[in-house]
């Protein structure tokens, strides 16, 4: 049996470095008042020994963990089908690791799930937490203010209750909608038809609005209910054909849903853009070029707004002050969504 040699301790460090053992602590858990060629001598010896600080110990002085939380509310075959929550946890992933953060990713696959993230939450595990993909009814933004958690949702708050405080990342959904529908009738389109998302999250009613900002007076049968997924854009497209076999054009509350919508068109003998032109909502590469016809559709950044996510999350924690409270509550971000043109519309 190989024996495992015994692991470099702080004291070891500071023999190597020339230094106090109180140095070697300050400026491996980020203090100030060590000057920088001193600073250099211990980092010089930490990598030299391979010293790894004890987290447990860590987190006595400075009161972080390094692990932020990560919590989508959809359950896991969602979470991993979805192109749009891989783009967004590597946005959230990249930002962390450049801070040297662990990512814990934690899915709520049904309402049981709740109280345990919330209990994860509030034990003290992680400095804060990343929400996203919420539901209208969703009570887990009330567990998590109730825990006391430092906390960036992704997307417009769409809960009742009080917003005080509330920091989180968005795209301009109704924007890039009306920019949608624009297009599709600066080509002479006049029967726009919609497939929404989830209507019980705040990014599907907003692109509702931005449609219905630009078709005012649009025949009710030429809207459907979808999932933002391709079997609901699928069933929407199909229920659309139903009910106006006369429309011309469709705007997709995602890519995924236009996808679905164009295979149905497709079977049904429709010709793309001919007959009837197509747009998207997300501009998710592997799904908007790979489409047949390939898909025109509204980009939004989603990598960026995971970035963003754990940025104003970072940031929101540097500036607490030992009591527990923020200096300066960084603001909320809606980036600009814009209109990618291929050859579906």
């Known amino acids: ?91 959230i992933s990249k930002e962390l690791t450049a801070y040297d953060n662990q990512l814990v990713l934690l899915l709520t696959e049904g309402r049981d799930d709740h109280a345990r993230v919330a209990r994860y939450l509030a034990g003290g595990h992680v400095d804060g937490a990343l929400v996203f993909s919420l ?42 909608a009306r920019e949608a529908v624009r297009h599709l009738a600066g080509l002479g389109r006049t029967r726009i038809a919609h497939i929404t998302g989830a209507l019980d999250q705040t990014s599907a009613a907003d692109r509702l609005d931005g449609y219905r900002d630009v078709m005012v007076d649009a025949d009710p049968r030429l809207i459907a209910e979808g999932d933002f997924t391709p079997a609901g854009g699928e069933r929407a497209m199909r229920e659309l054909l139903g009910r106006c076999p006369d429309l011309d ?65 970072l940031r929101g924690l540097d500036r607490r002050n030992p009591a527990g409270g923020v200096v300066g509550t960084p603001s909320s971000v809606v980036l600009p969504t814009t209109l990618i043109r291929r050859t579906s519309a």
């Open 249 to 313: 054009a469709v705007f997709a509350a995602n890519d995924l849903s236009a996808a679905g919508a164009l295979r149905v068109l497709r079977a049904s003998g429709r010709r793309v853009p001919d007959d009837v032109a197509v747009i998207g909502f997300d501009d998710m590469l592997p799904v908007a070029e790979q489409t047949d016809p390939p898909l025109t559709t509204i980009r939004q950044d989603i990598e960026e707004m995971g970035r963003l996510m754990a940025r104003l999350l």
């Open 135 to 176: 539901h209208l009814d969703d009570p887990l933004p009330g567990l998590i203010q109730r825990a006391g958690v430092p906390t960036v949702f992704g997307g417009r708050p769409g809960w009742s209750g009080d917003r005080r405080g509330v920091v989180y990342v968005d795209s301009d959904n109704r924007g890039g």
């Open 1 to 91: 049996m190989t024996e495992t040699a015994p692991r470099p301790t702080l004291e070891a460090v500071a023999a190597r470095a020339g230094v106090s053992r109180a140095t070697v602590s300050r400026v491996v858990n980020g203090g100030e008042g060590v000057r920088e060629p001193l600073v250099e001598r211990v980092r010089r010896a930490v990598e030299e020994l391979g010293y790894v600080p004890n987290q447990a110990a860590r987190s006595l002085v400075t009161r972080r963990h390094d692990a932020v939380a990560v919590v989508v509310a959809e359950p896991e075959s969602r979470v991993f089908a979805d192109p749009f929550f891989g783009l967004q946890l590597r946005g």
